[in-house]
């Protein structure tokens, strides 16, 4: 298999991860613009967003379907592209649980998980960038250990937000609607995660 032709998994890496960064940002505008009457059309923009990236997973697993030899085993291409897809889905479905939930007011330390997430997601599309060398850069490491780190602090705010709802929200819809939409939040940072854990694992068997 020629450089070009492996430099396109990569490639596809990059523009996935691209999309989860749109993603995050938008949700982050969304929440801090937020007007509940426009929501419809604001999951209509990040649904495009979604299917863009399902777009470019598709491209992928067609073009692996025919290739005899890979730059990673296949398996492992797999695996990170249902992960990075993954990540630009729990955006939106947090979008998507604001929207059903008919929240009209959005919770101040939700933003603060947000601002993690946002900086979680751009140091996923630096590791994606950084992996083409990955058999060489210095750069990825501390791209992994950014990202478990910021996961770590993305569950230490999501106990924070879930204590204090639960100590100053007595309407138990509220609580209900909240504690799921932290929830996708904080899995969001595990997906981050785990595309991190992979891309270790795969840099651990091609040395």
Known sequence: MSKKQDFYYFQNFMDCAEYSCRAIH???????????????????????????????????????????????????????????????????????????????????????????????????????????EFKRSERLHEHIVCINSLEEEADKLFIACMYDLHSTCKDPLTVIAWREIYLYLEKCADTCEHIADMVESTIMKNS
């Open 26 to 132: 938008l949700l982050k505008d969304i929440m801090t613009q937020f007007d509940s009457a426009a929501l419809h059309s604001r999951l209509d923009e990040m649904h495009e967003i979604e299917h863009a990236a399902d777009r470019k997973k598709h491209d992928l697993l067609n073009t692996l379907a025919k290739a005899f030899i890979t730059p990673i085993e296949q398996e492992d291409i797999m695996q990170l592209s249902q992960n990075l897809d993954e990540l630009t889905d729990k955006i939106e479905d947090v979008l998507i649980r604001i929207y059903y939930n008919h929240i009209t007011k959005i919770r101040p330390d939700a933003l603060k998980l947000v601002d993690v997430l946002i900086r979680c997601c751009g140091e996923v599309q630096k590791l994606m960038e950084a992996f083409p």
